[in-house]
Nanobody
Framework: VQLQAGGGGLVQPGGSLRLSCAAF????????IGWFHQAPGKEREGVSC???????WYEDSVKGRFTISKDNARNTVYLQMNSLKPEDTAVYYC?????????????????WGQGTQVTVSS
């Protein structure tokens, strides 16, 4: 089981990035995938999640700005991030849920990708 996250970078406030999370060794039909972020000195927090059936969850601060989606043929989950703010700056991780459903807490996710840095700054 492996997750490979990518797509981070440096962007100005108001800009956009699309993160990707490629899954290997299991099918997105059988698990939910979550995105988390962790800023320096802070705990890892849930940002968004997509269930096996395409159902989605968003943390309140990203609703209307971020969109999670998945391509089952490519076994890849995406996080489209628009209207980025400096407070979105963090390392972003994708992770596999322990089941088919989404959870808010990181303790309910097992396999983790390597993280990708997102920096929003002028």
């Amino acid at each position: 089981v492996q997750l490979q996250a990518g797509g981070g970078g440096l962007v100005q406030p108001g800009g956009s990035l699309r993160l990707s999370c490629a899954a290997f060794g299991f099918s997105l039909d059988d698990y939910a995938i979550g995105w988390f972020h962790q800023a320096p000195g802070k705990e890892r927090e849930g940002v968004s999640c997509i269930g096996y059936d395409g159902g989605t969850w968003y943390e309140d601060s990203v609703k209307g700005r971020f969109t999670i989606s998945k391509d089952n043929a490519r076994n890849t989950v995406y996080l489209q991030m628009n209207s980025l703010k400096p407070e979105d700056t963090a390392v972003y991780y994708c992770a596999r849920s322990k089941g088919i459903n989404c959870f808010r807490s990181a303790r309910n996710f097992d396999s983790w990708g390597q993280g990708t840095q997102v920096t929003v700054s002028s």
